[in-house]
């Protein structure tokens, strides 16, 4: 039997679509955990609604709100092997579980997954969908590549062996984002097998706004330090970058007055910007979009990750002190 969790907060608009794929898709045997997060708006009435028709259906209330807390919730109360998580913004092709069952048999792999397609429906969330796959936008990440096969240090969403949270551990509940990324890594460090499958094929719809997109990075970058600190054998120069431009950026009203030529760096960036951007050819309003998003998630990223530095150096500080 396979066992699905999906951690939800408010999701009435999208949580149909997950319990609709669920229902009709293969295999039979199989159960999901809904694992709701305080909702506020119809998302926990909808739910209870299938589970009335659907017996393999449960609903699991998280009053920690988070999702490695609602993720270490399921896994505690449920059966099946493999577990496999979904995201109610994400829509799975038919084949979904299946597939993912083939690339366990095929590879033998702790874990599997496919990568990140991400799709729009807003000319904003296809703008998105383009500057977070490009290299300018995100470095040379695996994930991001539709037709990869292979070993991978991470995969989207994902499916594990249940015996691996018995050797590893459960997911870290101080990470509200990157819960995942850590997870993968420590894996990866205890030499475990993380398989990247382009047959496993998911559409992911990305923030609609720019306040969204910003707060999203910003979280990204603000938890990674504290991954980086617990696995330092995956420490890459694309976490680095974006946090170094923000420091640059920040000071650079400083570093003017010591010479105009600390402009130079600013200026590449933004032949780079627009170099990226003409090359999505993409029309007006979804370039001008594009242009604008590589510096939002960039500064998002690059500042979060700054100030999630501070905290840890803090912290280390403070211990260090009362020793």
């Given at each position: 039997m396979l066992t699905i969790i999906c951690p939800v907060y408010n999701e009435e608009k999208y949580i149909g679509n997950v319990l609709?794929?669920?229902v009709n898709a293969k295999p039979d045997e199989k159960e999901l955990l809904i694992i709701d997060g305080g909702s506020t708006d119809r998302t926990v009435e909808i739910v209870s609604e299938w589970i009335e028709n659907h017996k393999n259906i449960r609903l699991l209330h998280n009053r920690n709100k988070y999702v490695p807390f609602a993720l270490n919730l399921a896994i505690r109360n449920s059966q099946g092997d493999p577990i496999i998580r979904l995201d109610a913004h994400t829509i799975y092709e038919e084949d979904y579980f299946l597939?993912?069952?083939?690339?366990f048999e095929k590879t033998n792999a702790d874990v599997v997954g496919g990568p990140m397609r991400k799709i729009g429906k807003t000319v904003f969330q296809k703008a998105i969908s383009y500057a977070t796959t490009s290299v300018f936008g995100i470095g040379d990440s695996k994930i991001h590549k539709t037709d990869y096969n292979g070993e991978s240090d991470h995969v989207y969403l994902g499916a594990w062996r249940?015996?691996?949270?018995?050797?590893?551990?459960?997911?870290d509940e101080r990470l509200i984002r990157n819960q995942d990324d850590e997870f993968h890594y420590r894996a990866k460090s205890f030499g475990k097998k993380i398989y990247l499958s382009s047959d496993?094929?998911?559409?992911?719809?990305?923030?609609?706004?720019?306040?969204?997109?910003?707060?999203?990075?910003?979280?990204?970058g603000f938890y990674k330090p504290l991954v980086l600190q617990k696995i330092r054998s995956e420490i890459k120069i694309r976490h680095l970058i974006p946090g170094i431009f923000s420091l640059y950026i920040i000071t650079l009203p400083l570093l003017l007055f010591l010479?105009?030529?600390?402009?130079?760096?600013?200026?590449?960036?933004?032949?780079?910007?627009?170099?990226?951007?003409?090359k999505s050819s993409k029309g007006f309003g979804e370039s001008l979009a594009i242009i604008l998003i590589y510096p939002t998630i960039h500064l998002a990223y690059g500042i979060g990750f700054v100030l999630g530095l501070l905290k840890i150096f803090k912290k280390t500080s403070f211990e260090n002190s009362n020793k």
């Open positions: 609709e794929f669920f597939k993912i069952l083939e690339t249940r015996k691996l949270f018995d050797e590893i551990g459960l997911f496993i094929k998911s559409y992911y719809y990305p923030r609609n706004s720019f306040s969204a997109l910003f707060k999203q990075y910003f979280q990204y010479s105009k030529f600390f402009l130079i760096p600013l200026l590449i960036y933004f032949f780079l910007d627009l170099i990226f951007t003409l």
